[in-house]
């Protein structure tokens, strides 16, 4: 069907792995995949032990991953385990690495060992093999933590947004639909800098009353002014008139300066000579000091801030300034949240096999930071027909659900995407945590109108969805991973920016997959040591940069199911597969903070 960017798009050109998740359905097999299969199987079924000294097979079906011990069993489902950092007791070295079932299914030896040369293999047929059928669900061809990204950008950008003028006092936590443009100067006129007296000409000065219009005549004690002359010019009032040689007025902060004014003489910078009527300067005076000219900070025509610009506080604050009452804005866009799970409780202590919902209060709020305007959380179960109505009912920009990606007996999100006729733009990431996720757009007509009314794209093109993991590390990957880049994109809000730092400790990897690690941002010293904090790090002597320098130091809580180590993190650190040493840069994606905005609904981060 028509819709964003298709996963093959973010294959290289000349790249032979098949495209991404174009459908569910199960072709059926070639005679020459059939006899392939046959023959990985008469092999796997003579080999009964490993054979000392024999060189590996070439050229066989997973001849080339990282070679995995018999006796670790293969996890049912898509169920996954990062490998963990060493603890300062090198506790965590040996523990084992889980991988998803289509990845268990040839075991030939334990790790770092050669694989077994089989008896014999029959020959295979010799003839090309045919075109790649869809992927089903027990083998997914995930694409690249990078490929993942990069689409979700493309399909954030491939939706066009159309902004709409809303009050200044209404846009907070919006971004600008078009480029912020001074109405006017600013300063619109030449204004004093500080409280004191304008002065023309060299001192000393004679002391004026103002003239011109808008004077305000009062006058006050000299108890209270110190002089017993009148409060001179005020901020608010018009041109007052023109400056003589040798004069001196007493000025606001803000007020007009008079024509032929030269600078500002700030108070406490300043002798008033009462019996002779003269000021004196205690400081040289210098020709437009504390003077704010006019255009100082901007011309009328001059761009302010650009288009996808998030409105903030100060932004409003510029955009008033500048003579604005409203601004032209992109609407937040609109996001359901979908958890499944017969299993989970909305209260009270985990008992007889249920756990607690960690996904519902903390996915929405994430949300919100990133953006967003999110429905309340629905808890729709393992209910695939509960499913399946809150999809094509839905009138939200993006659909996010939680649990329910894997090929277990009860995760219905695939078969319901099928259903419907959604179109599978990325089944599986080469990430971990987070396998499991995916992305998906929905087909229009199963969708209510709401989103149409406000962004356009091509005809038949419905909301997005993102499937999160059910693990809650896991989801946050997702999250951060498919979510943000694509909800930057509904927002009208370019791509962020990556940042990288150092890394403290050597991190483990994933032997084929990247892999991301909640980290904290620290400077050099004995404060980054593990025994002097609660957080868990995962290094072990806080020697691998030092010297002050500002590093990030890896949480040892790093699980799929774990929220520990997110829950302390700044971060998370994009560790390519393989691990890398002390001292070395990585990728750093900052959190969502929705603690950050306590002044809307989500808006900032």
């Known amino acids: 069907m028509g819709g964003g960017p298709s996963a093959a798009d973010v294959h290289p050109p000349g790249d032979s792995s098949p495209a991404v998740g174009h459908g569910w359905g199960v072709g059926s097999s070639s005679a020459w995949a059939a006899e392939e299969d046959r023959a990985v199987e008469q092999a796997l079924a003579l080999v009964g032990r490993r054979s000392s000294g ?14 995995r011990s018999m006796d670790r069993p293969c996890p049912a489902g898509d ?33 770092h060992e050669p694989l077994p040369q089989p008896p014999h293999l029959p020959d295979l047929p010799t003839s090309p093999p045919p075109p790649p059928s869809p992927p089903t669900r027990g083998h997914r061809h995930s694409v690249s933590w990078e490929e993942a990204r990069a689409l979700a950008v493309r399909c954030g950008r491939a939706v066009a947004v159309r902004g709409g003028t809303i009050p200044l ?35 000393p000065w004679k002391i004026r009353e103002p003239a011109g219009a808008g004077n305000k005549a009062e006058t006050v004690s000299k108890k209270s002014t110190g ?14 008139a023109a400056l003589a040689d040798g004069d001196a007025v007493r000025i606001a902060t803000g007020a007009r300066i008079p024509a032929d004014a030269n600078a500002v003489i700030r108070s406490e910078h300043a002798h008033v000579d009462e019996t002779r009527g003269l000021l004196h300067a205690q400081q040289r005076v210098l020709p437009g000091q504390d003077i704010r000219p006019r255009g100082q900070e901007c011309r009328a025509g001059d761009q302010l801030m650009p288009a996808g610009t998030l409105v903030t506080p100060a932004v409003l604050g510029l955009a008033a300034a500048a003579g ?29 096999g249920l756990i607690r919902d960690a996904l519902g209060p903390m996915i929405g709020p994430w949300l919100r930071a990133l953006g967003a305007e999110v429905s309340a959380p629905q808890r729709l179960g393992d209910d695939a027909a509960a499913l399946r109505h809150a999809l094509t009912t839905s009138d939200a920009d993006l659909v996010v659900t939680t649990g329910g990606t894997a090929a277990g007996p009860v995760d219905h999100v695939h078969p319901v995407l099928a ?56 989801a946050v990957s997702g999250l951060l991973t498919l979510a943000e880049p694509l909800l930057r994109g509904l927002a009208g809000r370019g791509p962020q920016v990556p940042y990288r730092a150092v890394v403290r400790d050597e991190v483990h990897g994933h032997p084929q997959d990247t892999r991301l ?67 070395t840069e990585v990728e750093i994606l900052d959190l969502p903070s929705a603690s950050a905005m306590p002044w809307s609904e989500g808006c900032f981060t």
Do not use: K
């Not at 002089?227 to 007052?240: E, K, T, V």
């Not at 866009?333 to 985990?350: A, M, S």
């Open 54 to 67: 024999e060189a590996q097979p070439m050229g066989r079906p997973h001849a080339t991953e990282q070679p």
């Open 79 to 111: 169920s996954e385990e990062a490998p963990r950092s060493p603890s300062p007791d090198h506790s965590a070295d040996t523990a084992p690495v889980r991988h998803d079932r289509h990845e268990c299914e040839h075991r030939y030896g334990p790790e």
């Open 169 to 203: 006092d209404g846009a907070l936590g919006h971004v600008l639909a078009e480029p912020l443009v001074a109405f006017t100067d600013l300063p619109s006129f030449d204004t004093s800098a500080m409280d004191g007296w304008v002065v023309s000409g060299p001192g």
């Open 227 to 240: 002089s017993g002359r009148g409060m001179g010019i005020l901020a608010g009032q018009s041109a007052p």
């Open 324 to 352: 604005y009452d409203a601004l032209a804005v992109v609407p937040r866009p609109r996001v359901d949240v979908l958890v499944l799970g017969d299993e989970l409780l909305t209260g009270g202590l985990p008992h007889d």
């Open 419 to 474: 259903e419907i006729g959604a179109e599978l733009l990325v089944d599986g990431v080469a990430v971990r945590p987070g396998h499991p996720m995916l992305l998906a757009r929905l087909a229009q007509e199963n969708a209510a109108a709401g989103p149409s009314e406000r962004r356009s794209g091509a005809r038949g093109e419905g909301p997005y969805l993102v499937g999160l993991p059910g693990n809650p590390l896991a």
């Open 517 to 583: 690690v909640p980290v904290v941002h620290r400077m050099g010293g004995a404060a980054d040591r593990p025994e002097s904090n609660g957080n868990g790090y995962d290094g072990g002597s806080g020697t691998g940069t030092g010297g002050g320098a500002e590093h990030v130091v890896p949480l040892r809580y790093s699980g799929p199911a774990m929220l520990r180590g997110i829950a302390a993190a700044d971060g998370l650190a994009v560790v390519p597969p393989g691990g890398v040493r002390s001292g």
